[in-house]
Nanobody
Framework: QVQLVESGGGLVQPGGSLTLSCVAS????????MGWYRQAPGKERELVAT???????RFGDSVKGRFTISRDGAKKTVYLQMNVLKPEDTAVYYC?????????WGQGTQVTVSS
């Protein structure tokens, strides 16, 4: 069973930055894609950013230009660099991995943007 473990969440002031990490239990290049989704209270889970096996990235409209996604195969880790954070970025952030038709999720890490 694939395991994904997120870290790096916390409380940050508006305009600040955070970096989330997701460590996978296996070679990240086994996955068709990996990425991040988020869910705020009372809202549906939404795409934040993904990166596919070829390195192609995709971002949600609300984070384009502020967030970047990267990976380190040797560390089996995918990162989400979040800059110019806004209160509306407050949510639980989930790591996601896809292989064929199977989806795997981490337990989530809370990000709170508040002064």
């Amino acid at each position: 069973q694939v395991q994904l473990v997120e870290s790096g969440g916390g409380l940050v002031q508006p305009g600040g930055s955070l970096t989330l990490s997701c460590v996978a239990s296996e070679n990240i290049f086994n996955f068709n894609s990996m990425g991040w989704y988020r869910q705020a209270p009372g809202k549906e889970r939404e795409l934040v950013a993904t990166i596919n096996v070829g390195g192609r990235t995709r971002f949600g409209d609300s984070v384009k230009g502020r967030f970047t996604i990267s990976r380190d195969g040797a560390k089996k880790t995918v990162y989400l660099q979040m800059n110019v954070l806004k209160p509306e970025d407050t949510a639980v952030y989930y790591c996601h991995a896809n292989i064929l038709s199977r989806n795997f999720w981490g337990q989530g890490t809370q990000v709170t943007v508040s002064s």
